[in-house]
């Protein structure tokens, strides 16, 4: 646990109540929260049972709120049914119908607004295309669009029959693509000819291709959406337009009763050992803490525009785009490229025009923008903006500023959102019209979260200067049933400590004198670049598996915009290049990680050794590689070493 990084924040002093205006407008009062949380304290399952109640339109109402007699196979609502798409669409089609349910911007400037009824009607007609293909409750679909309006449709459908989802993040390579569909066994990939990032086309049908040329027998379909319209290659048996898998299909489609338990989706996300895991979440459970937190946290009112940046392929694209917003009737803003098209601009340009009021975005983003001065976003009308929100890793204290001051002026709570993947909904945030915010803290657990900061013990911290383990206490709705297919991974990823009772997040934290919480990092090898997980051991898998690698090592280096980047140590097979460099087959190896993996993935820096460091008993002395790539005096023992002249090598001097 860095002690850097736990005096760094203990001396942040700056507090932001929220504005007068802010207060008076919101949903929730600081005595409804109150009242909330003394309901979650006396009984918790029972304070869920009302939220789900509350917030969840069931079919078959549940009878019994948490089964917990299989844990940490934790199962709420075991007895109600419902159907998550129906909660989404077929709810707002009595009062809201017309209300705009999206609206899709793509980055070449195409506008579209598309109502409730409107997309209450694609969702259905393209349900039942899926079900003409075949797909019937409890199928895999895996999903490989782009950020556009029909990524939506395609996952919402999927709820609507039952089919189970799972979404790959358009920027990973024919190789994770494979990877997936092979461990969910889908029968089914929708995916589009391309779409548009960065001024340029990806190609994700000729992506899709390629994997599904290695292996992937389960998939006897691909239906493709037309988004670009470049040549693609069409597999006349197995590959069909999505318009023409809807042709002839009506826009009804009874919504199918599934289990609250029943898996609503799968999301592949890293972890410090083997492949990617496939998360597994329920539609219930899931369903609810997407709506509470919206409400919560996002204190969504009818009038909003709620934008969440995020990709469809990671979970805050699921829970703030696909599912959470829609669910409680919101306006959304789904944008398919990248900030930086046709310049740094464009982020302000469409909060400006579509009159965005609540933003939610990383801080590698705001980072990056920041980096470009402030007349960018000054010169535009950022006035209807109300609400900011952060997610992914920790927010350092200057980006938090600029955020607060030149996009909010001053006027806008900002959110500081900690959770994962596995957690589905925001866990420790803000309550905007309630919490007085600290620029680099997430502040306090929400309501019928138990969540703690303790000691290898299990014994919980409270003393401001001392960090542990980040845990979960107690069972919440919306957290992860399982590993995809590995029930003991599962366990032993998520329970290993604390006879598990305790769910472990794999991040460090500490709390402050007013109990706040500041998440410190990650405990495992896992990477947060950009905002993105990145296993280590998946990179180097990659890497080793280059025909001139021999071994390799890949730690985290401090970087001012994407938060980590990945810094890699190669040992080759042969002898290492003169001085230690060799462009082309540094160019080479990033190349190669960027197939395997995606480009997220690439190293930004190799360093080539005669050998790695390692420990008598052979283990790789990671923190010092992490000295090293930090470019910090290294002050571990080194005399175990077997070979010391390595170190001037690592360090990039010899
Ligand atoms: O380390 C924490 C960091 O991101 C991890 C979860 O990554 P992922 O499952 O990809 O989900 C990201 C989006 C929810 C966490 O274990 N993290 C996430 N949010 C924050 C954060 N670290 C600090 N502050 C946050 N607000």
Redesign the pocket.
Known sequence: MSQDNIQSTLHENRHFPPSAEFVRTASLSSEQLNELYAQAEQDNPGFWATQARKEIDWQTPFTTTLDSSNAPFYRWFPDGKLNVSYNCLDRQLEHNADKTAIIFEGEPGDIEHISYQELHARVCRFSNALKAQGITQGDRVIIYMPMIAEAVVAMQACARIGAIHSVVFGGFSASSLKDRIEDTQAKLVITADGGHRGGKIIELKATTDTALNQGCDSVKTVIVFKRTGHDINMQPERDIWWSDAEKGHNSDCEPVWVDATHPLFLLY??GSTGKPKG?QHSSGGYLLNAITTMRWVFDIQDSDVFWCT?DVG???GHTYVAYGPLATGATIVIYEGVPTVPNGGRFWDICTRLGVTIFYTA?TAIRALMKMGDDIPNSYDLSKLRLLG??????NPEAWMWYYNVIGQRRCPIV????????GAHM??PVPAVTTTKPGS?TRALPGIDAAVVNQEGEEITHADEGGY?VIRQPWPSMIQTVWGDNQRYKDTYWPYFDGKYYL???SARRDEDGFFW?M??IDD?L?VS???LGTMEIESALVAHPRVAEAAVVGQPHDVKGEAVFAYVVLRGDRPTGGIDDELTQELRAWVGEQIGAIAKPDDIRYADNLPKTRSGKIMRRLLRTIAKGEEITQDTSTLENESILPQLQGKA
């Open positions: 996300t890293s998360i995020a990671w979970i805050t801080p952060t997610v992914g890793e920790p927010i500081d959102t900690w959770w994962q993947t596995e957690t420790i945030a997430c980040l997040a794999g991040d998440i990092g990650r896992v947060n905002g993105h997980r």
